[in-house]
């Protein structure tokens, strides 16, 4: 298995530009989270999903945050408008059932926002 | 919600020597702590968890001892090697009002071991 597939790695983009980052999960996972990583507020979660349905979105910035699930092997995050305070690196991770057990993380994508 | 704290923020050890880290939790209820490394420029991975119903775990050169009483858990590595040198975050799962449940990490602490 691939494990977790994140893409872009790195994005760099000027500040108002809409980001999409986009995630794989593992097969067979059904629980996908999107976590955000600085250095201040070290690991955060946006968002968790089960079986592509949103189950918790209260670490959601702000409505310029926005993450979707359309099918169970594909996952979007996009920022619009971008802000420099965003620049952060943005991890994926897939965990079996509707457990936060055993998260396997992707490789994350580096945002910068200039 | 839930509020893990993690101490030290940054530790350094002599190699050979063991280094633990402490993390507290705010919510009782919790029932589940895993412990994530995460190497410079990488994915963080997760080494070893713990449930509530037990106290302490080992694998190898790591352990990790839970306090529910007192809220707090901590992550043991003995005889540590230089490849022990990374970010460890603790973790406290809760569950959620509407089903499903949620992983709160701590901010992390940075390990280096020295030769």
Request: include cysteine; charge should be neutral; proline fraction near 5%.
């Amino acid at each position: 298995d691939a494990g977790v597939i994140q893409s872009p790695r790195h994005e760099v983009t000027e500040m108002g530009q809409e980001v999409t980052l986009r995630c794989k999960p593992i097969s067979g996972h059904n629980s996908l989270f999107w976590y955000r990583q600085t250095m201040m507020r070290g690991l955060e979660l946006l968002i968790y999903f089960n079986n592509n349905v949103p189950i918790d979105d209260s670490g959601m910035p702000e409505d310029r945050f926005s993450a979707k699930m359309p099918n169970a092997s594909f996952s979007t995050l996009k920022i619009q408008p971008s802000e420099p305070r965003d620049s952060a690196v943005y991890f994926c991770a897939s965990a079996r059932g509707r457990s936060t057990e055993k998260l396997f993380f992707g490789s994350g994508t580096q945002l910068s926002v200039l | 919600g839930e509020n893990v704290e993690q101490h030290p923020s940054t530790l350094s050890v002599q190699e050979g020597d063991s280094a633990v880290i402490k993390c507290t939790y705010s919510d009782s209820a919790s029932n589940y702590f895993p412990w994530y490394k995460q190497e410079l420029g990488k994915r963080p991975q997760l080494i070893i968890d713990i449930r509530s119903n037990v106290g302490e775990k080992k694998d190898q050169r790591i352990a990790v001892t839970l306090n529910k009483t007192a809220k707090h858990f901590s992550l043991h590595i003995t005889e540590t090697q230089p490849e022990d040198s990374a970010v460890y975050f603790c973790a406290a799962r809760n569950i959620l009002t509407g089903g499903g449940n949620k992983l709160t990490f701590g901010t992390g602490t940075q390990l280096k071991v020295e030769l």
